[in-house]
């Protein structure tokens, strides 16, 4: 069965390397354009890129398939009678669809219909969700509307980030590529149309998103920290300089402070070795590791002794309140 892959990010790493070791004939790449990344803005290929060049496989980057018919025509003349897509970035044309005889298969990561778009793993753990999954479905012009084929969930733990969420789902969507694809082959694979009244969207996360405002419950911006992480990060202001959260969990009910109302949220009522202790909406938030801009991560404590940090300061959500 020949095959056109297209993926760009880590996420869709293993899913093509699963196809390159499982001996299925990978014959194009398709991914996204190299792009500036880090601090120097050295312009740097897709990890599906370089994986894909390390195995030989020829590698296609339109800047946007919709708008670029000869990337088509490109895709037509390979004859794939299989397209696989994982975290590609772009939405695929009805003239691309047309192509393959077997059709399109996406690995999507989440239980669709909930969480379509392009960011279903930080959004499940904003939310709350105590568990997610990946969903392979057959793509069709919609965003993530197919058909869907096979599921397959995962637990997510309370002190779970999105970025180590990321790598085992990443594991996981490939491993039920392959389980689709092997169905696909035996011709048991049976498509189930989505419920789209039970739908729900991932829309992309933007750099803002991560402000913490400290008026929201606990449990709400513990999440936010979580599904934040690594990026974009969430982040509060301490007497006007950015401060960023990297390790939270929900203050315990013997702390006493879920039914105080006349603390101001963010403000630092308990600092110890351990962590700092910050007042919410409601009830508290342990806050274990932080980081200043120019400055590595640290515990609170570590960053008390060179700043000042203590009990009765407040943390704010924007540089000047």
Known sequence: MRIIFMGTPDFAVPSLKALVENHYDVICVVTQKDKPKGRGYKVVPPPVKEYALSQGIMVLQPERLSKEPETIERIRELNPDLIVTCAFGQILPDS??????????????????????????????????????????????????GDMLLKAEIDIPDDMTAGELHD????????????????????????????HSQATLAPRISKDLGRIDWSAP??????????????????????????????????????NHESDT???????????????????????????????????????????????????????SHEEE
Request: glycine letters at 12%.
């Open 168 to 195: 085992k789902m990443s594991l996981l969507g490939a491993e039920i590529l392959i389980k689709t694809l092997k169905k696909l082959e035996e011709g048991t694979l049976v498509p189930v149309p989505q419920d």
């Open 96 to 145: 691309l669809l047309a192509i393959p005889k077997h059709g399109t298969i996406n690995v999507h990561g989440s239980l669709l219909p909930k969480y379509r778009g392009a960011a279903p793993i930080q959004w499940a753990i904003i939310n709350g969700e105590t568990k997610t999954g990946i969903t392979t479905m057959l793509t069709d012009s919609g965003l993530d509307t």
């Open 218 to 255: 606990a449990r709400n911006i513990h999440n936010l920290i979580r599904g934040t992480t690594p990026w974009p990060g969430a982040y509060t202001y301490l007497e006007g300089k950015k401060i960023r959260v990297w390790r939270s969990a929900v203050g315990e009910d013997s702390l």
């Open 262 to 316: 006349e603390t101001v949220p963010g403000t630092i009522i308990g600092l110890d070795k351990e962590c700092m202790t910050v007042q919410t909406g409601n009830g508290t938030l342990r806050i274990f590791e932080i980081q200043a801009e120019s400055n590595k991560r640290m515990t609170p404590y570590q960053f008390s002794l060179g700043h000042g940090l203590k009990i009765g300061m407040n943390l704010t």
